[in-house]
């Protein structure tokens, strides 16, 4: 079949695949590829098994693998072969060298620059789906037009702002959608192309586009300003334990002002995931470099609550069960960073589970999609850690339940049968705050949610 183009994806990771499954899907008459380095990952998406979980995502790939979405390893001849590359690769946090534990790790970006360049025979338009450090753009453009071949490169900034646990909603529907080019003749031309593509499905007014450097910058920014709320409202939710003022009426209080708005105030252990904490990092290195340190001091804090909010939630598990937990059976409810994924990435899980078993409880950890990824994260951890799929299963026997992440299913849950299950005095400590804490505290369970106070039989 005679595609009208041809578009590749170098990074089939948790942006790469549901976006280019979703460019696939809407645009048929375009020949999708993504590409990777990991074979497995690659395998993974050409089966039944997918490497991620989200919901709709099957369907979706389902429906266009092999009619207009392909998964290989071909690196060169995928590029040889597009006219548009997107680049999603991972630019997790640096561990190594200058800006270690702040800056962006650009290595595999700037691997993945070198290959366009000495594979491409052709003009191309590269576009930057990873969230970068602004000026990115400007080392691309140098490392790509260093050969000084005659091949011309566009690079343009397209940053993913879709949620994991909601990325096919986000993709098919999303807020904005965010084009940042040069403003030259040549960059706009490319910055229009990429808007043909998503005005298959996406309207004109949710299409927005700025210079290349507002675009990098503002995918930082988004992240910071989502993560602050977070910590905003998480650092209330201290106070409120102190003074008995009920986090979730101030958060419903503060949120009906139009100007705040009601979304991202639920207080709870913490944010997760691969972007947050990475993203502000990056913006504080960015910050300090530009000798902005009050700026970097400021954003910084966004971090450093939501440490204090984890390691608060373990002192009050410690303070509430009497002070200590050795060879106590405690189950985690939910392990993923947030409901309807199983991401581990940064989840507040982690940290979590490793001060628990310091403190050296046995863990049994449950979760409804995470339980791999979950083995992985802790498996340099030493310590009495099972992982029970049921939740009724992992309950029994347990003095505690702390509830990690915010799935539905652990609402609906039959409590006057897990209360059985459990060693007595039975607790829960609901770091997520969706459970019905009176119907709780009434069979018999002492309820610990956070922001709120405490109810107890002692
Ligand atoms: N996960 C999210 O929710 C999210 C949302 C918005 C933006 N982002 C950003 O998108 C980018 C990708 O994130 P992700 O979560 O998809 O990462 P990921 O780790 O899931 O996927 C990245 C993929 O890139 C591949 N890769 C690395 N180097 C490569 C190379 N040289 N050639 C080919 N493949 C290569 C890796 O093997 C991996 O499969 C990051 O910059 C992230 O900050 C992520």
Redesign the pocket.
């Known amino acids: 079949m005679n595609f009208k183009k041809t578009i590749l994806c170098?990074?089939?990771?948790?942006?790469?695949g549901p976006t280019m499954a979703m460019i696939a899907y809407k645009c048929p008459q375009y020949k999708v590829t993504v590409?990777?380095?990991?074979p497995e990952?690659i395998a993974r998406w050409n089966s039944d098994d997918l490497p991620i979980y989200e919901p709709g995502l099957d369907e979706i790939v389902k429906t266009v693998r092999g009619r207009n979405l392909f998964f290989n390893t071909d690196?060169e001849k995928g590029i040889k072969e597009s006219e548009i590359i997107f680049v999603?690769?991972?630019?997790p946090t640096k561990t190594y060298g200058t800006g270690a534990g702040m800056a962006a790790d650009l290595q595999?970006w700037e691997?993945?620059a070198r290959?366009i360049r000495e594979s491409a025979e052709s003009h191309k338009i590269v576009v930057e789906?990873?969230?970068?450090p602004v000026k990115t753009a400007l080392a691309m453009e140098r490392i790509l037009t260093s050969m000084n071949n005659g091949i011309r490169f566009d690079v343009l900034s397209n940053?993913?702002?879709?949620?994991?646990g909601s990325a096919v909603k986000d993709l098919e529907d999303p807020d904005r959608i965010l084009i940042g080019s040069r403003e030259t003749p040549e960059g706009l031309k490319a910055r229009d192309e990429l808007v043909k593509i998503y005005a298959n499905w996406v309207s004109e007014e949710r299409i927005i586009t700025s210079n290349i450097w507002s675009s990098e910058l503002s995918k930082l920014v988004s992240n910071a300003f989502l993560a602050q709320r977070i910590s905003s409202i998480n650092s209330i939710s201290a106070l409120c334990e102190k003074t008995d003022a009920d986090i979730t009426e101030v958060s419903r209080a503060v949120g009906m002002d139009s100007r705040v708005g009601n979304k991202f105030l639920n207080a709870g252990i913490g944010f997760g995931?691969?972007?947050f904490k990475?993203?502000i990092l990056n913006l504080v290195y960015i910050c300090r470099f530009q000798g902005l340190d009050e700026m970097a001091d400021y954003w910084e804090g966004v971090v450093k609550i939501n440490d204090y909010q984890k390691e608060r939630f373990i002192l009050n598990m410690l303070s509430a069960m009497f002070n200590t937990l050795a060879g106590k059976r405690i189950c985690l409810f939910g392990f993923a960073f947030k409901a309807n994924t199983g991401d581990t990435r940064e989840s507040p899980a982690i940290l979590i589970a490793g001060r628990l078993v310091e403190e050296k409880a046995d863990l049994i950890i449950t979760d409804p999609q995470a339980l791999k990824n979950a083995m992985t994260a802790l498996s340099d951890i030493n310590g009495q850690i099972n992982y029970v799929e049921d939740p009724y299963d992992a309950a029994a026997g347990c003095d505690a339940i702390a509830v990690m992440t915010e799935w539905d299913m652990y609402a609906g849950l039959d409590f006057e049968k897990i209360y059985k299950s459990m060693t007595k005095p039975a607790f829960i400590f609901d770091g997520r705050n969706i459970l019905d804490h009176e119907k709780l505290f009434e069979i018999g369970f002492n309820v610990y949610p956070i922001g709120k106070p405490a109810l107890t039989h002692f």
């Open positions: 170098i990074g089939a990771g948790y942006v790469g590409v990777d380095i990991n990952r690196i999603s690769v991972n630019t595999y691997k993945t290959q789906k990873s969230t970068l940053p993913e702002f879709l949620a994991e995931g691969s972007c990475k993203d």
